[in-house]
């Protein structure tokens, strides 16, 4: 069963940036997409980006598309969360997914249609 790891996380102050990893066990997973959600205390499972393993296109949650980039090193098996400007409002645990069944943009916005996931990273902004 593939693992995903993730690291990267802390704590930081609002305005600075914060870039978080997540790496697949086996070197040959090769995942339809790969995504990053998170999730507030008390809130439920959101997405934040996405990326189209094999194309490399990205997909974006409205609220962080100017301040979040996604991207990977398939050498690596690795996707990243490059977190830029970051607000109190951002803290969560962060989580890394992946899928192997396709589907557009719209469907793998959804936390349902990815069954590998990380263990989750802690993202703490203070004000």
């Known amino acids: 069963q593939v693992q995903l790891v993730e690291s990267g996380g802390g704590l930081v102050q609002a305005g600075n940036s914060l870039r978080l990893s997540c790496t697949a066990s086996?070197?040959?997973?090769?995942?339809?997409?790969r995504a990053w959600f998170r999730q507030a205390p008390g809130k439920q499972r959101e997405f934040v980006g996405g990326i189209f393993w094999n194309s490399g296109a990205i997909f974006y949650a409205d609220s962080v598309k100017d301040r979040f980039t996604v991207s990977r090193d398939k050498a690596k098996n690795t996707v990243y969360l490059q977190m830029f400007s970051l607000k109190p409002e951002d803290t969560a645990v962060y989580f890394c997914s992946a899928t192997r069944r396709s589907g557009n943009a719209s469907y793998l916005k959804s936390a349902g249609s990815y069954e590998y996931w990380g263990q989750g990273a802690q993202v703490t902004v203070s004000s």
């Open positions: 086996e070197v040959t997973f090769s995942p339809y997409a």
